[in-house]
């Protein structure tokens, strides 16, 4: 069964940083791309950040360009998000999504909330 | 501002048939598949159509998807109060270096 489990999120004061986890199962990690996208409170979906299968390729959301960087461990089935300089408006739950090239989005993680705020 | 349009809400009597509609632009929708996620409340995203009318197993046939040109479609057939959630469109964009977009949502409701 797949299954990506999100961690890490949490309380921050503004300007602070943070570092997402998403522990994937259930299939072979090292073959698929990753992404997060993350939903604001009471808001629609962002796409937040791509990563290919080897990461060799990424892409991030203008929003957050210069103060997000995405990577990954295939060795530990791990996705990550380092989160810097955070906003008030980074608040949002953050999800990590297989990406498979056909399917879309095919697998979602349960979230993690991260709050900026002093 | 969503990059991909969608309108707020959208609303049917069980049995009925809805359709929400996604418009985009020749970078994303026009040259790219169009995706659909369902959302139920309190939940984490689903895929609920792929590859613009492509349903993964174990999705209703009363869901299905369409496109053309620029613009996208979710069709709900046979409405159930079980269908009430938030639905979204995605298609990747070509423009700058790439990127996923989405739409900005619609809240679904069956009265």
């Known amino acids: 069964e797949v299954q990506l489990v999100e961690s890490g999120g949490g309380l921050v004061q503004p300007g602070g940083s943070l570092r997402l986890s998403c522990a994937a199962s259930g299939f072979t990690f090292s073959s698929y791309e990753m992404n997060w996208v993350r939903q604001a409170p009471g808001k629609g979906l962002e796409w937040v950040s791509y990563?290919?299968?080897?990461?060799?390729?990424?892409y991030y959301a203008d929003s957050v360009k210069g103060r997000f960087t995405i990577s990954r461990d295939n060795a530990k089935n791990s996705l990550y998000l380092q989160m810097n300089s955070l906003r008030a408006e980074d608040t949002a739950v953050y999800y990590c999504?297989?990406?498979?090239?056909?399917?879309?989005?095919?697998?979602w993680g349960q979230g993690t909330l991260v709050t900026v705020s002093s | 501002q969503s990059v991909l349009t969608q309108p707020p809400s959208a609303s049917g009597t069980p049995g009925q048939r809805v359709t929400i509609s996604c418009s985009g632009s020749s970078s994303n929708i026009g040259s790219n598949y169009v995706y659909w996620y369902q959302q139920l409340p309190g939940t984490a995203p689903k895929l609920l159509i792929y590859r613009n009318n492509q349903r993964p197993s174990g999705v209703p046939d009363r869901f299905s998807g369409s496109k053309s040109g620029t613009s996208a479609s979710l069709a709900i057939s046979g409405l159930r109060s079980e269908d009430e959630a938030d639905y979204y469109c995605a298609a990747w964009d070509d423009s700058l270096s790439g990127h996923w977009v989405f739409g900005g949502g619609t809240k679904l409701t069956v009265l």
């Open positions: 990563i290919s299968s080897s990461g060799s390729t990424i």
């Open positions: 999504a297989r990406d498979s090239q056909y399917y879309g989005f095919d697998y």
